[in-house]
């Protein structure tokens, strides 16, 4: 089985940055994606940023520029750098692992909070 725990997630004021950071642990036979979702009150989970092992990138053309995912194969880490924030960020962040079976992990979610 994989866990993952998500931490960083905070209040902070609009135009503020945050660093959140997820490690993966357990059974692990092989990566091949990690990413970030965000699920805002009433609204539906929704692709923020994923990485793949090959390192190339996705993002939501919301948070292009201002958040950028990087990874530690090392340390089973993905990390999401987030910069420039403003209250429309405001959301439940989801840490996912997809592995080479394409089973599918997620996190227990950590609370960002942004201010106006």
């Known amino acids: 089985q994989v866990q993952l725990v998500e931490s960083g997630g905070g209040l902070v004021e609009a135009g503020g940055s945050l660093r959140l950071s997820c490690a993966a642990s357990g059974t692990i036979f092989s990566i091949s994606a990690m990413g970030w979702y965000r699920q805002a009150p009433g609204k539906q989970r929704e692709l923020v940023a994923t990485?793949?092992?090959?390192?190339?990138?996705r993002y939501a053309d919301s948070v292009k520029g201002r958040f950028t995912i990087s990874r530690d194969n090392a340390k089973n880490t993905v990390y999401l750098q987030m910069n420039s924030l403003k209250p429309e960020d405001t959301a439940v962040y989801y840490c996912?692992?997809?592995?080479?079976?394409?089973?599918?992990?997620w996190g227990q979610g950590t609370q960002v909070t942004v201010s106006s």
């Open positions: 996912n692992l997809v592995d080479s079976y394409r089973d599918v992990y």
């Open positions: 990485i793949i092992t090959g390192g190339s990138t």
